[in-house]
């Protein structure tokens, strides 16, 4: 990843769409935002999306933000919006048997990339949420707490999340004892009462420390890395 282009100065009050209005006056357009969500998620598809913003007054999206800080309403309301006014976007999907064969990171990275490559325009600038994602064939930047600062990956946060959600949903009238259309597949304390009760299904992801254990295998014996799901509050 590179660093911000001469001339692309970002002010820490510049608001949601510093960044972006920072790489159009270099001249750098079109700007793409890439964001995932599910990463952390045991169980269910990892998603990505990617989004470009028009400039001017038709890229100011209603209500964006990240979509962790917006309630189901209000992602659905943005959802519309971003694919509404959005010049170009994609959004992918790694089924949870990819997820365990590449392991999480390998595969956040490999989902960001396809988003990226499934726009119809290549895009002159990226910028991607929290850590450099080599192998983009533009320059970019990681930004901190991107979803928050910056509009094109808040938008693709946004669709993301939206889809994957609704994935999950459909996922919940398939396996209806682990409740997938409320947690999402995090680990809620309902969700780990679930796996003990009724074991792991096709959709968890065997990687997961938690579900090697309701499996019976804790050591990791395929070689692979275990990654560690904590429980989260009710939601």
């Known amino acids: 990843m590179t660093e911000r282009p001469r001339g692309a100065t970002v002010r820490r009050d510049a608001g949601l769409y510093g960044y972006e209005r920072a790489l159009w006056r270099a001249g750098l357009t079109p700007v793409a935002g890439v964001d995932e969500a599910g990463r952390g998620a045991c169980a269910g598809p990892l998603v990505a999306a990617a989004a470009v913003l028009p400039e001017g007054r038709r890229g100011i999206v209603p209500g964006l933000a990240d979509s962790k800080l917006l309630t189901p309403l209000q992602r659905d309301r943005c959802y519309d919006e971003v694919l509404a006014r959005a010049v170009d976007w994609s959004v992918v999907a790694i089924e949870s048997t990819e ?97 003990g009760a009724h074991g792991a299904c096709p959709q968890h992801r065997r990687r997961f420390s938690n579900v090697r254990a309701v499996l019976g295998d804790s050591t990791g014996a395929d070689g692979g890395v275990l990654e560690v799901a904590g429980v989260r509050g009710e939601s």
């Open 99 to 195: 997820c365990d064969r590449l392991g999480m990171h390998v595969a956040n990275i490999e989902a960001l990339r396809r988003a990226l490559a499934r726009l119809g325009d290549r895009p002159e600038y990226v910028l991607t949420d929290g850590f450099p994602v080599d192998g983009l064939g533009r320059p970019g930047l990681a930004v901190w707490k991107g979803d928050r600062v910056s509009a094109s990956i808040a938008a693709a946060s946004v669709i993301a999340k939206v889809t994957r959600d609704r994935m999950m949903t459909e996922l919940h009238e398939q396996y209806p004892a682990y409740d997938f259309a409320t947690h999402k597949g995090y680990i809620t304390r309902e969700h780990e009462r679930a796996l």
